[in-house]
């Protein structure tokens, strides 16, 4: 299993570039979770999603969209970058049916900067 | 408004000195605690769990407590090593809820 993975794990954007950060998972989990981590901040939640063909918003999703037509992966879509959205961007996941241990599973992360 | 506060926010210890965070939240209803290790350059990965029974759990070195009338839990980490320098993030979930809150972590450094 290699558990999450997430590409590319650094990029530079200039401001008003697209780009899509993928995330996958290989151990058939329902949801899937986009945070970005600022520095000293905790880690907020952009999008979510509780299976496949089904999306929900987080705490701060705007700038970002999300898709999820797959149960294995879950792209995150960057329209427009502003420098406001230089973070440090995670994906996780968690099993809908893990008998009430709620662990989340992240991945490495994808350190993005707009400049 | 859930909310999860951690103390301190940063730390630094010498290398075989015992440490202990501390997490408060506001979270309702409560459905259960973790406690997250986060290496620098790495995603978090879960130490503990702490649902609403459980007082004390233990993985290691590390010992987590939970009071769930003052809402308060704390993570004593013992005889820290070097490898134990990292963000320590505490999560609470809400009953029913798919959206854990996340605090915004201790940094801990050890020093040799």
């Known amino acids: 299993n290699a558990g999450v993975t997430q590409t590319p794990k650094f990029r530079i954007l200039k401001i008003g570039q697209s780009m899509t950060l993928q995330c996958t998972q290989d151990m058939n989990h329902n949801y899937m979770y986009w945070y970005r981590q600022d520095p000293g901040m905790g880690l907020k939640l952009i999008y979510y999603s509780v299976g496949a063909g089904i999306t929900d918003k987080g705490e701060v999703p705007n700038g970002y969209n999300v898709s999820r037509s797959t149960t294995e992966d879950f792209p995150l879509r960057l329209e427009l970058a502003a420098p406001s959205q230089t973070s440090v961007y995670f994906c996780?996941?968690?099993?809908?049916?893990?008998?009430?241990?709620?662990?989340?599973?992240f991945g490495p992360g994808t350190r993005l900067t707009v400049t | 408004k859930n909310q999860v506060e951690q103390s301190p926010q940063s730390l630094i210890i010498l290398e075989g000195k015992n440490c202990t965070l501390q997490?408060?939240?506001?979270?309702?209803?409560?459905?259960?605690l973790r406690w997250y290790k986060q290496d620098t350059g790495r995603g978090p990965v879960s130490l503990t769990i702490m649902t609403f029974s459980e007082n004390t759990k233990s993985n290691g070195r590390y010992t987590a407590t939970l009071d769930a009338d003052t809402k308060q839990s704390s993570l004593h980490i013992t005889a820290s090593q070097l490898s134990d320098s990292a963000s320590y993030i505490c999560v609470v979930l809400s009953g029913g809820s798919y959206i854990p809150t996340f605090g915004r972590g201790t940094s801990l450094i050890v020093h040799p």
């Open positions: 997490c408060n939240y506001t979270v309702s209803p409560f459905s259960n």
């Open positions: 996780a996941s968690r099993d809908a049916w893990d008998r009430g241990t709620y662990e989340q599973y």
